[in-house]
């Protein structure tokens, strides 16, 4: 983006210990994945650990983000969640 380079190194100087909330469109955390449920919300295929025939599979999974757009992240995530309970379930 070299129109507009100079002007988003300016705004990342401006935040340099993160943007507040609202600063980006895409906001992301606060049902992390991990192992058990001791450490997370959500298991390794996007369930809730207490309530398993719910999945998640937005921003709020993710830990992190670019200012990009995650649309195509977010579908992968969906996809790759909704095949996992579509297998189970055909056990």
Known sequence: MPGIAGLVRSVE???RHGAPPGYYVHEV???????????????PWNRHWH???????DG?????SGW????L??????RRACQA????SNR
């Open 13 to 15: 100087g401006r935040h």
């Open 29 to 43: 955390g606060g049902a992390s994945m991990g192992c058990s449920p001791q450490e997370s919300l959500l298991d």
């Open 51 to 57: 309530c398993p025939n719910l999945l998640v599979t």
């Open 60 to 64: 709020a999974c993710w830990v992190s």
């Open 68 to 71: 990009q757009s995650p649309t």
């Open 73 to 78: 992240t977010a579908m992968a995530l969906t």
């Open 85 to 88: 309970a579509a297998q189970r």
